[in-house]
């Protein structure tokens, strides 16, 4: 055990550096900008931080409070103005994107909110359909409905995939 590991914080330290880039991805899923999605995931680590013991279950306390603060923060009226009409580029794509890539990211937006928020759960986050249930409030059946018509969609609008590794910010191990 290092001397950092042993600190009040270390769990929360650890807790950011495995989940803040899926956190993030999340963020854009719900609907948020590049930078209302960092600043929701440091307004939560901030909060863990201020917490006088760890949740009983930190990865799904975060990924909570984070859906939460990001539908919080998604309610102003002007902030919804400018996220429709930024609505088309959630995924910023980075240069080296392919051309399949850009693809999926194009299907993705176009699902409803909560299809898209059920597969980036499943999918980054690694969550069963009982987790996500309760993260947006429905019964896991709803849940893995929204998943299912999700990935549904998803299929019509891509095809079959032939080459995984067309899609590297996939999980492979987690495609349908």
């Known amino acids: 055990m290092s001397p950092e590991d042993s600190t009040p914080t270390a769990w929360c330290e650890a807790l950011y550096d495995a989940k803040a880039p899926a956190l993030l991805l999340y963020g854009r899923a719900l609907g948020l900008d590049t930078a209302e999605a960092e600043d929701v995931l440091h307004d939560i680590f901030r909060a863990l931080l201020e917490l006088p013991v760890p949740p009983l279950e930190p990865a799904h306390y975060a990924i909570r409070a984070y859906r939460n603060r990001a539908l919080n923060r998604r309610r102003g009226l002007w902030r919804r103005m400018l996220r429709e009409m930024q609505s088309r580029d959630w995924f910023e ?28 759960l499943k999918f980054w986050h690694g969550l069963t359909f009982e987790e996500i249930g309760r993260i947006q409030g429905v019964s896991p059946h709803t849940a893995a409905g929204r998943y299912r018509y999700g990935v549904a969609a998803l299929r019509r609008r891509l095809g ?9 910010c996939l999980p492979h191990e987690s495609l349908p």
């Open 93 to 120: 794509a980075p240069p080296d994107t392919s051309a399949a890539e850009r693809a999926a990211m194009e299907a993705l937006t176009r699902l409803p909110t909560e299809q898209r928020e059920a597969i980036v």
């Open 160 to 168: 079959p995939l032939s080459n995984v590794t067309e899609f590297p």
